[in-house]
């Protein structure tokens, strides 16, 4: 026993003289004089030193909202060929009921919740559970799919709200906490950096489809609920809108995508201004700048975007952009992707001017650019006869088509294009019959009834395949 306990304390003398010497040839050293001391540096890290997030985690989950969504959807019944021979296709549908949820974030005190496109499209009761229980019908007061935002509407006052932060200041690396419902966990907290900003997710888009792509990455976990919650920084202030993640299996697995706020806040004050989102566009076809592109154009650096066209009669046509420019900046922003160019070109309306400059042969050019509209005017008649209609195009259908289809007369949707009438689930080649129960036959007839409506449009009509269908939209004020 006492040899034992010899040897443990011969071990910890050993221990003690090592930790503070280094033998040598069997002769002990001072650590100071064989390492240099400038190596190392001493930490002291304090409770102070940690990230905490207890303000902003305080000040914003009161404003996070739970949005329950109901879509009610048609299912046709298997017809037997004996029926279908004595009574065709025209057997009724059944109609089910899906539920959803996500999140939503409260950004006025009357009742105004931003959240994502995708949490409502389609919805026929949209339902928003505040974080103190108290539940409310919500009306969509208006939704842009380019962008995934969304706007709806509770009737109360005197609400919690988050303030709104300028997105552009966010830095690389920089704390932000994720707060929403994943999985129906009501007011969930999760935190993670800034991974990366200007994201875009062209693979998870259908062709043709217009997005709007700038977004926030960060590694703050997200799942499927999270959509429409609220992203914000240490200091409680709304800095983006989860919207995504990128997964093999639907969950969370390192990284997830939020919109801008100074998106959001443009899509969300023009549906509250103007019933619509009013997007200006340049004009360009871009390609960014890689090392091939520099070698072939003989380019001094990677700097900026690389014209590829210009679209004849555009914003960027009428200013004086030309294929071959490099676009460097917008009114003081530098550019240096396809997505930092839509980011900033979406924050203006048609009409507003801005300073672009560009790289030409060498040098720098300072040129004006008015923006123009993503669409024509409602009721402009464009140089091949079809009519501007809420994004669409239509004109008098072709005799070929109402002989076709058996009909007499009708107004054709050549275009469908960007805004209500896409919205609404219209298809190009639809044939418009009725205008809220008033028969047409002309655009002219369309414009005039839609005039008429106070507040919303109801659609009948035919498909191209001559199926009776129908479709609508809220008007515009």
């Known amino acids: ?20 010497g280094i033998v040598k040839n069997g002769s002990e050293e001072n650590f100071e004089k064989t390492v240099d001391p400038t190596l190392y540096r001493t930490v002291n890290l304090t409770q102070t030193d940690y990230p905490d997030f207890t303000y902003a985690a305080e000040t914003a989950v009161d404003a996070v909202v ?53 949490v409502v499209e389609n919805a026929s009761k949209v339902e928003v559970t505040l974080n103190n229980n108290e539940t409310y019908e919500a009306t969509v007061i208006g939704t842009d799919p380019a962008t995934d935002v969304a706007l709806i ?20 690396g920089e704390w932000v906490i994720a707060i929403g419902s994943p999985y129906d966990l009501r007011s969930t907290i999760t935190a993670g950096i800034v991974s990366a900003k200007g994201r875009t997710m062209a693979g998870q888009r259908r062709e043709g489809e217009l997005k709007i792509e700038s977004f926030i990455q960060t590694d703050a976990a997200v799942n499927p609920g999270n959509s429409g919650g609220a992203l914000v920084n240490k200091a409680g202030e709304l ?17 997830s995508f939020a919109v801008p706020s100074n998106i959001v806040s443009k899509v969300v004050n023009d549906l509250i201004d103007f019933g619509a989102v009013k997007r200006a566009m340049l004009g360009v076809t871009m390609q960014e700048i890689s090392d091939e592109l520099v070698k072939e154009l003989k380019l001094s650096s990677r700097k900026g975007v690389y014209v590829y066209e210009v679209s004849a009669g555009s914003a960027a046509d ?126 002219e007839d369309v414009l005039e009834i839609t005039k008429k409506s106070r ?17 609508g939209f809220g008007k515009d004020e």
């Open 1 to 20: 026993m006492q040899k034992n306990l010899i040897i443990v304390l011969a071990s910890v003398l050993l221990s003690g003289l090592t930790a503070y």
């Open 66 to 118: 739970y949005v329950a969504v109901t879509v009610k959807t048609s299912q046709n019944y298997q017809i037997d060929p004996f029926f279908r021979y004595f009574f065709g296709d025209s057997m009724p549908s059944r109609e089910q009921e899906q539920r959803g949820s996500g999140s939503g974030v409260i950004i006025r005190e009357d009742g105004y919740i931003v959240t994502n496109n995708h």
């Open 153 to 172: 509407k509770i009737d109360a006052t005197g609400l919690p709200v988050v303030k709104f932060a300028d997105s552009d200041k966010l830095r690389l």
């Open 239 to 255: 800095v983006g809108v989860n919207t995504a993640i990128i997964s093999q299996t639907g969950s969370y697995t390192g990284y």
């Open 318 to 443: 009428e200013a004086g952009i030309k294929k071959g420019d490099i676009l460097l900046s917008i009114d003081g922003a530098k550019v240096n992707s396809m997505s930092a160019v839509q980011e900033k070109v979406n924050s203006y309306h048609p009409g507003d001017k801005a300073t672009v400059v560009v790289e030409r042969n060498g040098s720098e050019k300072d040129i004006e650019v008015t923006f123009k509209g993503t669409m024509d005017e409602t009721g402009k008649v464009s140089a091949d006869g079809t009519t501007a209609y809420y994004g669409a195009k239509i004109r008098k259908a072709p005799a070929e088509t109402l002989e076709k289809l058996g009909l007499k007369n009708g107004v054709e949707i050549s275009s469908v294009g960007q805004g209500k009438l896409r919205d609404a689930g219209a298809r190009e080649g639809f044939i418009i019959l009725y205008v809220n129960d008033q028969p047409v036959r002309t655009p």
């Open 455 to 471: 507040r919303s449009v109801f659609v009948e009509g035919v498909t191209a395949n001559g199926k009776s269908s129908y479709f």
